[in-house]
């Protein structure tokens, strides 16, 4: 069960990596393998082991944040590449069906840390409110509703460029877009979803110039729209707009309507109600006219990011992990590697109708931790 999955990620370790550091990698594997047995941290895990915390730090430490920044990004790219080549023969509507989209989010963990990096004062969806903490900003590619991590990255406050959440998603994605051609993929032809908080003429077009066609954006209460010679803002839209009901390829009331922005222009505007009293909106920033089902079956993948949220902070606990300084994305690599075997696992046999906290459980009960660290890893540390 295990062996097959270790071998993944340590060939692609020994292929991709010159600096081919065998024990910190190993001792990043045993970080990972130790999530599914509910250790998140290391010192959770040494307590267990009965070893010295400070043996595992000392190895992490051997890593650099280019390094670790490296890592993190191939090992989600190969991931992501072995689901999509076989889907990449089949026709377009194919493809649709399996939702394969680019869904962008960013998420806010609350810190009180002086000694961590990028804790700054952002607003958090959660608490409605600003609150103290890291805010990580997230690619995830969705495909038959599972969410694959693409690239993640902490926003920073202060720094020479890429200080804005927009220059930082445009970096990102020149960075997939280099690194999925190397797999010959090209991630352009796939639809982009993202929030509001995006939201910009600029981005748009930059969009536009990388290749980009299918964009559909949530839309602010406060953006300016004139529909029918008519122009009130969104929020008083979504109140006096008819809804249709639901119909074949939109499962919600919703009504199309074409609209004119003095930021972006005419576009296609979306309105859908998701329950009995409130409606929301997006924006087609396509650089072409999408039907109302097209919009919708695209959007839908969007919930999927929002449940790989979700999953990082509740079942691989990410809050429970405090590594000081360039700490943080060794800390981020070893929750993904955790998150990339659980999905691995499950793609099995014996875990296929289980979701990742079934599979975790069930390996607590019937699986050793010491057995499988003894088996499958050389001694980096005494186990006793």
Same mark, same amino acid.
């Not at 958090?124 to 997230?138: A, W």
């Given at each position: 069960?295990?062996?097959?999955?270790?071998?993944?990620?340590?060939?692609?370790?020994?292929?991709?990596?010159?600096?081919?550091?065998?024990?910190?990698?190993?001792?990043?594997?045993?970080?990972?393998?130790?999530?599914?047995?509910?250790?998140?941290?290391?010192?959770?895990?040494?307590?267990?082991?009965?070893?010295?915390?400070?043996?595992?730090?000392?190895?992490?430490?051997?890593?650099?944040?280019?390094?670790?920044?490296? &890592?993190?990004?191939?090992? &989600?790219?190969?991931?992501?590449?072995?689901?999509?080549?076989?889907?990449?023969?089949?026709?377009?509507?194919?493809?649709?069906?399996?939702?394969?989209?680019?869904?962008?989010?960013?998420?806010? &963990?609350?810190?009180?840390?002086?000694?961590?990096?990028?804790?700054?004062?952002?607003?958090?969806?959660?608490?409605?409110?600003?609150?103290?903490?890291?805010?990580?900003?997230?690619?995830?590619?969705?495909?038959?509703?599972?969410?694959?991590?693409?690239?993640?990255?902490?926003?920073?406050?202060?720094?020479?460029?890429?200080?804005?959440?927009?220059?930082?998603?445009?970096?990102?994605?020149?960075?997939?877009?280099?690194?999925?051609?190397?797999?010959?993929?090209?991630?352009?032809?796939?639809?982009?979803?993202?929030?509001?908080?995006?939201?910009?003429?600029?981005?748009?077009?930059?969009?536009?110039?990388?290749?980009?066609?299918?964009?559909?954006?949530?839309?602010?209460?406060?953006?300016?729209?004139?529909?029918?010679?008519?122009?009130?803002?969104?929020?008083?839209?979504?109140?006096?707009?008819?809804?249709?009901?639901?119909?074949?390829?939109?499962?919600?009331?919703?009504?199309?309507?074409?609209?004119?922005?003095?930021?972006?222009?005419?576009?296609?505007?979306?309105?859908?109600?998701?329950?009995?009293?409130?409606?929301?909106?997006?924006?087609?920033?396509?650089?072409?006219?999408?039907?109302?089902?097209?919009?919708?079956?695209?959007?839908?993948?969007?919930?999927?990011?929002?449940?790989?949220?979700?999953?990082?902070?509740?079942?691989?606990?990410?809050?429970?992990?405090?590594?000081?300084?360039?700490?943080?994305?060794?800390?981020?690599?070893?929750?993904?590697?955790?998150?990339?075997?659980?999905?691995?696992?499950?793609?099995?046999?014996?875990?296929?109708?289980?979701?990742?906290?079934?599979? &975790?459980?069930?390996?607590?009960?019937?699986?050793?931790?010491?057995?499988?660290?003894?088996?499958?890893?050389?001694?980096?540390?005494?186990?006793?």
């Amino acid at each position: 069960m295990w062996q097959q999955e270790f071998l993944w990620f340590f060939t692609i370790f020994h292929q991709e990596f010159r600096k081919n550091n065998g024990v910190a990698f190993e001792t990043l594997m045993v970080l990972a393998v130790a999530h599914l047995f509910g250790f998140y941290n290391p010192k959770q895990l040494a307590d267990f082991l009965e070893v010295p915390h400070q043996q595992f730090y000392t190895v992490l430490k051997d890593w650099s944040v280019y390094q670790v920044k490296k &890592m993190l990004l191939r090992f &989600m790219v190969k991931q992501a590449a072995e689901k999509l080549k076989p889907v990449m023969s089949k026709s377009a509507a194919t493809r649709s069906r399996a939702g394969t989209t680019l869904s962008i989010d960013n998420s806010v &963990m609350d810190r009180f840390g002086n000694l961590l990096r990028c804790t700054w004062n952002w607003y958090s969806g959660r608490y409605h409110k600003v609150i103290r903490g890291q805010d990580l900003l997230g690619i995830v590619f969705t495909i038959e509703h599972i969410a694959l991590p693409l690239h993640l990255l902490f926003c920073p406050k202060q720094g020479r460029y890429h200080t804005t959440k927009a220059d930082l998603l445009i970096f990102m994605l020149i960075q997939l877009k280099t690194a999925f051609l190397r797999e010959g993929i090209d991630i352009t032809q796939f639809p982009l979803t993202m929030d509001s908080a995006y939201v910009s003429q600029e981005l748009r077009e930059k969009l536009h110039q990388l290749g980009f066609s299918d964009i559909i954006i949530a839309g602010k209460g406060n953006y300016v729209f004139t529909i029918d010679t008519q122009k009130w803002d969104a929020s008083t839209w979504k109140k006096v707009l008819m809804l249709e009901e639901p119909t074949w390829g939109i499962d919600v009331p919703s009504c199309r309507i074409q609209g004119y922005s003095p930021t972006f222009g005419t576009l296609i505007l979306f309105f859908f109600r998701k329950s009995t009293t409130r409606s929301y909106y997006l924006m087609n920033f396509s650089q072409r006219s999408l039907r109302g089902a097209e919009i919708w079956h695209i959007w839908k993948q969007h919930q999927v990011i929002e449940c790989f949220w979700k999953i990082m902070k509740s079942i691989f606990q990410f809050r429970s992990m405090h590594l000081q300084g360039d700490g943080l994305y060794t800390a981020l690599l070893i929750k993904v590697f955790a998150y990339l075997l659980a999905l691995r696992l499950q793609a099995k046999g014996v875990f296929s109708k289980l979701t990742l906290t079934e599979i &975790m459980r069930k390996l607590r009960r019937e699986a050793d931790l010491r057995d499988c660290l003894v088996t499958h890893f050389h001694t980096t540390f005494s186990i006793t």
